[in-house]
């Protein structure tokens, strides 16, 4: 058993606390756990990630209204290896850099590894047991995955695995109308994908103001095609592999079928606290 003064599992927002801690109490015994890459979501799989490729993204677009200007410009090639190559490798300077801070810190203790409670204050990580006085849980998120009949069998990408690609569909799909599916519906469509917005809302974009969530949609329906208040009921996987998904207006009978290459699933994230067990250390969540 080793014991700490404070444990602190995932390194994204979490690393905003410990150095303030260390610096106010330096002889705090201290120890930090992640079981994925240093850096949290919002540097390895969200944000950072997602704003990199959209440099691109944008300035096709910008390209693309040159003419208005009386600029005579022309795009020969989009090299989508080299871009999502550019953005991995940023990445993982990024990521390098704050693996480094955290195993060359004297002060605190790393750990690659799974964490879940076995009792109060108690935590199983890798072989090893840990108790700690204080527990700062700062786990992040992972894709939420909608149910729908036939989804798993024709397989999909998700926010998270969409950054391994090295082929840009040819035509894609998005499930969700929220602010991942604005984010890779404008990225993909700029990199020459046919790109299709199946969204549940009656607005797209719902958590903005409708004004903007208007705005946005006159906008990107000119790259792509945006369907509000429908849900995929169906998805089937053809001969050919292709994907047709079947989807229902969800107030009527009336139904699409979007036939591609790609599924992407936006449909939001949940929460990681189940794969700490918090039933064993007495903590009650809500939904």
Known sequence: ??????????????????????????????????????????????????????????????????????????IKDIDFIAIMERMRRKIKANTEAVREGLTKNP??????????????????????????????????????????????????????????????????AILGGSYIAAEYGHFFSAMGAEVTVIGRNLLFLPQEEPEISRLARIKMSQYMVILTNHEAIEVRKEDNGQKTIVAKERNSEKGVKITVDEILLATGRTPNTDILHPEMAELKTDA
């Open 107 to 172: 002060n605190l203790e790393y750990y690659h590894e799974s964490a879940e409670f076995i009792s109060p204050y108690t935590l199983k990580v890798g072989d090893k047991t840990l108790s700690s006085k204080m527990i700062f849980l700062c786990i992040g998120s992972r894709p939420a995955i909608t149910r729908v009949k036939g989804l798993e069998e024709a397989a999909y990408l998700t926010s998270d695995y969409v950054l391994k690609l090295n082929e840009c569909p040819r035509k894609l």
């Open 1 to 74: 058993m080793k014991y700490y003064d404070l444990t602190v599992i995932g390194t994204g927002s979490a690393m905003n606390y410990i150095n303030p801690i260390m610096d106010s109490n330096p002889e705090m015994k201290i120890t930090v756990i992640d079981k994925d890459e240093p850096g949290g979501i919002f540097l390895t799989k969200g944000c950072i990630p997602s704003k990199i490729l959209l440099c691109p993204a944008e300035l096709i677009r910008e390209l693309e209204t040159s003419s208005l200007f009386g600029i005579k410009a022309e």
